[in-house]
Structures are given as structure tokens and as C-alpha cells.
T-cell receptor, first 114, second 112 residues
């Protein structure tokens, strides 16, 4: 079974631009979550989608948004990029049902904002 | 609110020595607790999880963790460190829905 796939793995943007990151969950998983990882703030929850609906949201500004498609693939978008948005963005998938709470993570998209 | 604290941002151990990584949690309800490992330039890989079935949980790569409710702890151990254990380790608690709240991480250095 293929794991969680994130694209692109690395990207460089400049301040003010926007970026879209993609995540394909494990086949059959209906929940996708996004996390931001930075040296200063650690791992922080951005949002979770389940069956195309945002189910949970972290404490990030409105510049951070996401969506999920009917095939469970998800995208997150960051508009008006700031230097502080440089981070590793991790996507995690979950079956969506059951109670084990285990999330499966992709390898991440490393964003550098110049 | 549920939270996780990892004591020590860096740990250095000799190859063959005991690895002990400390994690304390705060939770008003029986928690689901996890340990993840992150190797350089990679995502997070699950080492083990506690879901109230047993207090001593065995994971992959020889790691295990013991849930102690009285101490609100979920420390991770491995009897004998290997060079391949050099990585960053994260303790996490599942909170609302499927959200994970992570500790700050502990970077493990293994000395030959």
C-alpha cells in the first residue's frame, strides 16, 4: 500500500507570493491533516479535512487555507507569503473512522520564503 | 487543554547504552499517546502508541514506553542504543478529533 505522498518536496518562493501544496493520502483514508514544523514553534496543527469538509482548525491566520477533493486528496494554500512561513509542511492521513488515533505522515514539503 | 512536555531538547548517549526520553502529559480524560520519530529530511514515523489496552507498550526498533497515570508520564526507552537511533523523537497526545498535540521534540545523538 502506497504511503502518504506530498508534492512538491522542496520549493522556494519570495515574500508576497502564494504557494499550493498537495497531499495524496493512503488509499481508503478519508481524513487529511496538515501540520507546520519550524525550529522555533515545533509541530503545529493547521487543519483537518474529512470527506471534503474542514473538521478542525488550528490557530493560524486566514492566509492559510486548505481543501479536500472527493478522492480525498488535499491541498493547502498559503497566500501573501511571509519569511516566517518558511517551514516543513507535513500532511497526515487517517482512516477517518475507528479510534486508534494513529496518523500516517508524508515526508513533507519544505518551503523556503526569501 | 491537553498538552505534552518533553524534558530535554537534546540527549546524548553512547552506543549500547540505555536510551531514556521523557514525556509528561496533561489530560482531563484518558489519553491516546504516541511516540513518533523523525529522521533528517523525512516525515514522522510512528514508534508506538498507547490506547489504554496495556500500560507497557512495545514499538518498533526495540523501543517501548510505559504509561504511568499517577505520574502523567509516557517515557520512551530502549535498552541498547544503536547508531541508527540518531533522530528526533516526538511525544504526542491526541486531542479534539484527530488532532495531535506534540511536545517540543528530543534530538538524540548516539556516540560510538
Amino acid at each position: 500500500k502506497a504511503g502518504v505522498t506530498q508534492t512538491p518536496r522542496y520549493l522556494i518562493k519570495t515574500r508576497g507570493q502564494q504557494v499550493t501544496l498537495s497531499c495524496s493520502p493512503i488509499s481508503g483514508h478519508r481524513s487529511v491533516s496538515w501540520y507546520q514544523q519550524t525550529p522555533g514553534q515545533g509541530l503545529q496543527f493547521l487543519f483537518e479535512y474529512f470527506s471534503e469538509t474542514q473538521r478542525n482548525k488550528g490557530n493560524f491566520p486566514g492566509r492559510f487555507s486548505g481543501r479536500q477533493f472527493s478522492n480525498s486528496r488535499s491541498e493547502m494554500n498559503v497566500s501573501t507569503l511571509e519569511l516566517g512561513d518558511s517551514a516543513l509542511y507535513l500532511c497526515a492521513s487517517f482512516p477517518g473512522t475507528g479510534d486508534t488515533g494513529e496518523l500516517f505522515f508524508g515526508e513533507g514539503s519544505r518551503l523556503t520564503v526569501l | 487543554a491537553q498538552s505534552v512536555t518533553q524534558l530535554g531538547s537534546h540527549v546524548s548517549v553512547s552506543e549500547g547504552a540505555l536510551v531514556l526520553l521523557r514525556c509528561n502529559y496533561s489530560s482531563s480524560v484518558p489519553p491516546y499517546l504516541f511516540w513518533y520519530v523523525q529522521y533528517p529530511n523525512q516525515g514522522l514515523q510512528l514508534l508506538l502508541k498507547y490506547t489504554s489496552a496495556a500500560t507497557l507498550v512495545k514499538g518498533i526498533n526495540g523501543f517501548e514506553a510505559e504509561f504511568k497515570k499517577s505520574e502523567t508520564s509516557f517515557h520512551l526507552t530502549k535498552p541498547s542504543a544503536h547508531m541508527s537511533d540518531a533522530a528526533e523523537y516526538f511525544c504526542a497526545v491526541r486531542t479534539a478529533g484527530n488532532k495531535l498535540t506534540f511536545g517540543g521534540g528530543t534530538r538524540v545523538l548516539v556516540k560510538p
